[in-house]
């Protein structure tokens, strides 16, 4: 079963819209960690950002910001003010003590930003 | 600091052979992680080594194995290679000791089997 679910598969925005992307996860542990990586066409994933299961104080980082509330399960992204260096694959991730915490991805959110 | 190092970037293989991909971890980093990314299946955890012990793994059969040196660098290989592990392979890296922190990621690579 999928752990981490990123209904959104394809997003298309014009620069400087804000976007936001989804992400549900499943989890038994009540200790976890959450994250959130990008993959631009080059292919290195780059971290942007580790939430854990006991930290629900938003986070503002720049351009980005997320939004982490277990009550339903989301740990969504939100890129306010777009730009075209946006485009990229993105995925949210869960590591849990069940599963070593080894990240379990979904399946990711590509993000394109025109001119 | 110089980040992850995968070797070798590319790598095209016949069905049958075996291959081995090397990944250097960040300076200081213990723990160094393997995934697969490919479309139908995206990225899958293979496994996870800490100071020369396979400490976690992932659901992939036999032919996929790895190890780990002293100075933490790590290496996996593939055996009886089979179409469908044409992939990118990542290696990812992580301090202080335990896979839970955020883990940095090298430049992978990619695998084609003919």
């Known amino acids: 079963a999928q752990k981490v679910t990123q209904a959104q598969t394809e997003i298309s925005v014009v620069e400087k819209e804000d976007v936001t992307l989804d992400c549900v996860y499943e989890?038994?542990?009540?200790?976890?960690?959450l994250f959130w990586y990008k993959q631009p066409p080059s292919g290195e994933l780059v971290f942007l950002i580790r939430?854990?299961?006991?930290?629900?104080q938003n986070e503002i980082s720049g351009r980005y910001s997320w939004n982490f509330q277990k009550s339903t399960s989301s740990f969504n992204f939100t890129i306010t003010a777009s730009q075209v260096v946006d485009s990229a694959v993105y995925f949210c991730?869960?590591?849990?003590?069940?599963?070593?915490?080894?990240?379990?991805f979904g399946k990711g959110t590509s993000l394109l930003v025109t001119p | 600091k110089a980040g992850v190092t995968q070797t070798p970037r590319y790598l095209i293989k016949t069905r049958g052979q075996q291959v081995t991909l090397s990944c250097s971890p960040i300076?200081?980093?213990?723990?160094v992680s393997w995934y697969q990314q490919t479309p139908g299946q995206g990225l899958q955890f293979l496994f996870e080594?800490?100071?020369?012990?396979?400490?976690n793994k992932g659901n992939f059969p036999g032919r996929f194995s790895g190890r780990q040196f002293s100075n933490s660098r790590s290496e996996m290989n593939v055996s009886t290679l089979e179409l469908g592990d044409s992939a990118l392979y990542l290696c990812a890296s992580s301090f202080p000791s335990g896979s839970y922190n955020e883990q940095f990621f090298g430049p992978g690579t990619r695998l084609t089997v003919l």
């Open positions: 991730a869960l590591s849990e003590v069940l599963s070593g915490y080894a990240l379990n």
């Open positions: 300076s200081g980093h213990r723990s």
């Open positions: 939430r854990n299961s006991f930290d629900e």
């Open positions: 989890t038994r542990d009540t200790t976890y960690y």
């Open positions: 080594y800490f100071s020369e012990t396979q400490r």
